[in-house]
């Protein structure tokens, strides 16, 4: 099992930046790829962006293209997500997770969640 702890959620105007970071602990060594996930209030848990952990490959939904940025740090372990140019839209329960094997874009693809960090952008 691989233990996930994100932090750096907030309150953000409109067009301001977070950068959210998620430390993984554990059997790390059992990951190929971790991503960032989100819910709004009222709404499913959608797919934000991935990375693949030893080529460091990225992936995207496309409403966040050329506006978040994801990447990870092998030696600490801990995966970052740049968000700019930020939108009330991306208000939401951000989530990182860990997995194995399947689409990076698919939650069933991931094992372990973190518990979530709340960001939200005022317009």
């Known amino acids: 099992q691989v233990q996930m702890v994100e932090s750096g959620g907030g309150l953000v105007q409109a067009g301001g930046s977070l950068r959210l970071s998620c430390a993984a602990s554990g059997r790390t060594f059992s990951k190929n790829f971790m991503g960032w996930f989100r819910q709004a209030p009222g709404k499913g848990r959608e797919f934000v962006a991935a990375?693949?952990?030893?080529?460091?490959?990225?992936y995207y939904q496309d409403s966040v293209k050329g506006r978040f940025t994801i990447s990870r740090d092998k030696a600490q372990n801990t995966v970052y997500l740049q968000m700019n140019s930020l939108k009330p839209e991306d208000t939401a329960v951000y989530y990182c997770?860990?997995?194995?094997?399947?689409?990076?874009?698919?939650?069933?693809?991931?094992?372990?969640w973190g518990q979530g960090t709340q960001v939200t952008v005022s317009s």
């Open positions: 990375i693949i952990w030893s080529g460091a490959i990225t």
């Open positions: 997770a860990a997995g194995f094997s399947g689409s990076v874009r698919n939650d069933l693809s991931y094992d372990s």
